[in-house]
């Protein structure tokens, strides 16, 4: 009798796990085909944590001379062309969202000084729509009364048709 029931449990957590991997693999193959997007779009895709560091950033910003990995854990205001004073800081790396996230405000970012383009300008102009990222909709805090916690910024940055290049 213990035998049989060990055998139930058994063959039960074979389908559990069987499903579990399957489930794995969807989303293995989710993430990628998510990343192949961000990494077609034209336009930067930079996501940053709370204090400001870029945890992620989309192959776009190899038009301004840098690879992903460059970016990566690296303050965004030093890719900032221009100092990032506390209020520019509030609409750049914002908390806020829906309506009043930020939307296509001009900023200048830097050229990385180590590429080619360097030599023809050394920042560059782009519309930026910014919006913050929290751990739970706030539907949810204020339907339960649940704690939410800031998880840092997405960027898109799209360069407009007549934008201007700062010359050296």
């Not at 870029?54 to 303050?75: E, Y």
């Amino acid at each position: 009798m213990v035998w049989e029931i060990l055998k139930n449990v058994s063959a039960r957590n074979r389908v559990d796990l069987d499903a579990i991997d399957t489930s794995y693999l969807e989303i293995s193959n989710s993430r990628e085909k998510y990343r192949r997007v961000f990494d077609s779009v034209s336009d930067l895709i930079i996501q940053t944590d709370p204090e400001g560091k870029i945890n992620f950033a989309n192959k776009a910003v190899s038009f301004l001379g840098f690879d992903v990995f460059d970016l990566i854990g690296q303050d965004f205001k030093k890719f900032y062309d221009v100092e990032l004073s506390g209020s520019s800081r509030a609409h750049i790396l914002t908390q806020r969202v829906g309506p009043r996230a930020t939307t296509d405000l001009e900023i200048s970012l830097k050229v990385n000084e180590q590429s080619n383009l360097y030599d023809v300008c050394n920042s560059m102009s782009f519309l930026m729509t910014a919006t913050g990222m929290w751990d739970v909709p706030h539907e949810m805090v204020m339907k339960k009364g649940t704690h939410k916690e800031f998880q840092g910024t997405l960027l898109f940055l799209r360069k407009e048709k007549l934008s201007s290049y700062r010359m050296v």
